[in-house]
């Protein structure tokens, strides 16, 4: 988890985003397969209006998943709050990779479609010794107090942790292991603790369907909660986003996804090595 975030913006619009399936149309959603064919989604590559926006065409699986990475640009991405990807995050071999030794600009990224109410995603990630990173859903590029900048995506997203559980000290912290890989952070632990090590590729696949959702590591479920419910708050409160502790940060989360709740899918950078390939979503 970034602890502090540096970022000057002028008014901060929020995006609507549409997408539309092509033929053949998707008769599956959840549960059931879908008919293989193309997704033509927008994606807002202007931060500081007037937005622009880039139209990709995607392929469909026989599952209803699409790639939202293509292996080899960056199409559809670009940094948070920013209006193209850092320079630090590259793409090798098929894989988005934070390059930590990199000169140049770091930043959490994001695929910038906002998804939701129902949908989920699934990544497979590799993070270096001693690595630190996360995957977030339902961010929101949400404005401060001042309207000076915008606030850190991880106090308005949900977080699925990403870490080396043998070598980072975040794995003990925390309470009952809730910071180690695939936990909600700071929340709720994934159990079993099924993560391969550092330099190993890891699978992730997250669900989330009328506010319940679900964290699989490797093909395993390894947590379940329900958003927007007295639970979430519940969670919350005992945690460093309580509202004693963090009001803003409590009150972002406790909305996450906003009024539409939707939001982007994003990648930390904690200023580590990680690699991310594979991603894909399925609109439920």
């Keep these: 988890m970034k602890k502090n975030i540096i970022l000057l913006f002028a008014l901060l619009p929020l995006c609507s985003l549409s997408a539309k399936v092509t033929a053949p149309s998707l008769a599956g959603r959840a ?15 202007g931060f500081q209006g007037p937005e622009l926006w880039d139209r ?103 977080e699925c942790q990403v870490l080396d559980n043998e070598r980072h000290p975040d794995a003990k912290l925390g309470k009952d292991n809730n910071r180690q890989s695939s936990s909600l952070y700071d929340m709720i632990p994934a159990k079993p603790q099924n993560a391969k090590p550092a330099g190993q590729w890891n699978k992730v696949r997250i669900r989330v369907k009328d506010g319940h959702v679900q964290h699989f590591q490797n093909d395993v479920e390894v947590l379940s909660y329900d958003l927007w419910t007295p639970e979430w708050t519940a969670l919350l409160q005992d945690s460093k986003f309580s509202e004693k502790a963090w009001p803003r940060a409590f009150d972002l989360l406790n909305n996450c996804g906003g009024p539409e709740r939707k939001g982007f899918i994003g990648m930390q950078d904690h200023g580590d090595d990680v690699w991310y390939r594979n991603i894909k979503v399925k609109e439920l």
């Design 56 to 158: 990709l065409e995607l392929p469909v699986d026989k599952k209803g998943f699409f790639p939202i990475f293509d292996g080899q640009t960056f199409a559809g991405w670009r940094g948070y709050a920013k209006t193209y990807v850092p320079s630090k995050w590259k793409v090798e071999d098929g894989c988005i990779h934070l390059d930590s030794k990199a000169k140049g600009e770091g930043g959490d990224i994001i695929f910038a479609h906002q998804f939701g109410p129902d949908f989920e995603f699934e990544m497979e990630w590799k993070i270096a010794e001693g690595g630190n990173s996360g995957i977030f859903y339902l961010a929101r590029e949400v404005a401060n107090a001042e309207r000076t900048g915008v606030e850190p995506i991880y106090i308005s997203a949900p």
């Design 31 to 45: 549960g059931g397969e879908s008919k293989s064919g193309t997704i033509s989604i927008v994606c807002s590559q």
